[in-house]
């Protein structure tokens, strides 16, 4: 089964409105993070947010908000006011295991978005 | 915030040599790094966990014998794609992970095998 799931393959947002980007993610881990991350067409991977599982709040950096539901396992990212230069490719990633541990990301499929202008 | 540098950014070679790609943790100590690869349009895969001064761990699939990996410092980790194929042509990425929860990305490597 998959661990990471985005549904979503390619998404079209009108600059300066809310987008949201579906991400569930299955585990049977209690200790677990989530990330967002954003990838543009140059390559390079830009972290954007990080949700521990065991936060009650839900994490937000700037214009990005992460809208955890643990019982739903879904953690979409919210991005506010986009921009143009928020085009990219948006990944969802899983570490299962304590806080500190060396365990690896999984990633989802991604998302492709494109802001119009 | 914390830098990882891979190198070259690029490289293209003919099919049967090797080709070795640096990464580097600059400001700070990486005791894990990782080796992904990624298709075009596709998502990160991870080939291998690599640990200060230990063997790599490797992924299910992962030829161990074709993609060596070598931890030897805190700071530096490379991979070497042995007697490459058009096959093996993807853009490879690397991330460091210190003490924090948090991994730190390089820039990636875009190899093209002819």
């Known amino acids: 089964a998959q661990k990471i799931t985005q549904t979503q393959p390619g998404m079209f947002v009108q600059e300066k409105e809310a987008v949201t980007l579906d991400c569930t993610y299955d585990t049977s881990d209690q200790s677990y993070g989530l990330f967002w991350y954003k990838q543009p067409s140059s390559g390079e991977m830009i972290f954007l947010i990080y949700q521990g599982s065991y936060d009650e709040q839900n994490a937000t950096e700037g214009r990005y908000s992460l809208n955890f539901q643990k019982a739903r396992k879904s953690a979409n990212l919210v991005i506010s006011a986009s921009q143009l230069g928020d085009s990219a490719m948006y990944f969802c990633?899983?570490?299962?295991?304590?806080?500190?541990?060396?365990?690896?990301?999984?990633f989802g499929s991604g998302t492709q978005l494109t802001v119009l202008p | 915030g914390a830098v990882v540098s891979q190198h070259p950014s690029r490289v293209i070679c003919k099919s049967g040599t090797s080709v070795k790609i640096e990464c580097r943790s600059l400001?700070?100590?990486?005791?894990?790094m990782f080796w992904y690869r990624q298709f075009p349009k596709q998502s990160l895969m991870l080939m291998a966990t690599?640990?200060?001064?230990?063997?790599?761990?490797?992924e299910q699939g992962v030829e161990k014998d074709k993609f060596l990996i070598n931890h030897a410092s805190l700071t530096l980790s490379t991979l070497t794609v042995t007697s490459a194929h058009p096959e093996d042509s993807s853009f490879y990425i690397c991330?460091?992970?210190?003490?924090?929860?948090?991994?730190?990305f390089g820039p990636g490597t875009r190899l093209t095998v002819l």
């Open positions: 690599s640990n200060e001064g230990s063997k790599a761990t490797y």
């Open positions: 990633a899983m570490r299962e295991g304590l806080s500190g541990s060396a365990r690896q990301l999984t």
């Open positions: 400001d700070f100590q990486a005791t894990t």
């Open positions: 991330s460091a992970r210190p003490q924090t929860d948090e991994q730190f």
